[in-house]
């Protein structure tokens, strides 16, 4: 089964920036890397466990390139290593409203063959635990 880590996430000031970081490991039954795989967030309120609640944020997928949130276009920036296996985040110009736990998520279904849904959290069945990323 494949495992989601994040790293990366902390305190940071109003205009800083962060990278987060996603490590997959292990194997789904029919491929060695996701078909796609993705960060959201959860601002803080939201009930932890309610994938629903969650915001996509930015994703990249075997279907479609990288895609944004409409709130951190030309802030943020996802890509991945050459394996597929390491998802990143770069975030420019933090602001207090990006406060929230960051996770990553993967889709070993092919889910999202489908254009259009890359943002969808429940087009995800793999998720890594979170990272707390405050900006104040």
């Known amino acids: 089964d494949v495992q989601l880590v994040e790293s990366g996430g902390g305190l940071v000031q109003p205009g800083g920036s962060l990278r987060l970081s996603c490590a997959a490991s292990g194997s789904s039954r029919y491929r060695t890397s996701p078909y796609g795989m993705a960060w959201f967030r959860q601002i803080p309120g939201k009930e932890p466990e309610d994938i629903r609640s969650?915001?996509?944020?930015?994703?990249?997928?075997?279907?479609?390139?990288?895609r944004y949130a409409d709130s951190v276009k030309g802030r943020f920036a996802v890509s991945q290593d050459t394996t597929k296996l390491t998802l990143y985040l770069d975030m420019d110009n933090l602001r207090p409203e990006d406060t929230a736990i960051y996770y990553c998520?993967?889709?070993?279904?092919?889910?999202?063959?489908?254009?259009?849904?890359?943002?969808?959290?429940?087009?995800?069945?793999?998720w890594g635990r979170g990272t707390q990323v405050t900006v104040s």
């Open positions: 998520a993967a889709d070993t279904k092919y889910n999202t063959v489908v254009r259009g849904v890359a943002l969808h959290p429940r087009m995800y069945d793999v």
């Open positions: 969650r915001e996509g944020v930015a994703a990249i997928t075997d279907t479609e390139g990288p």
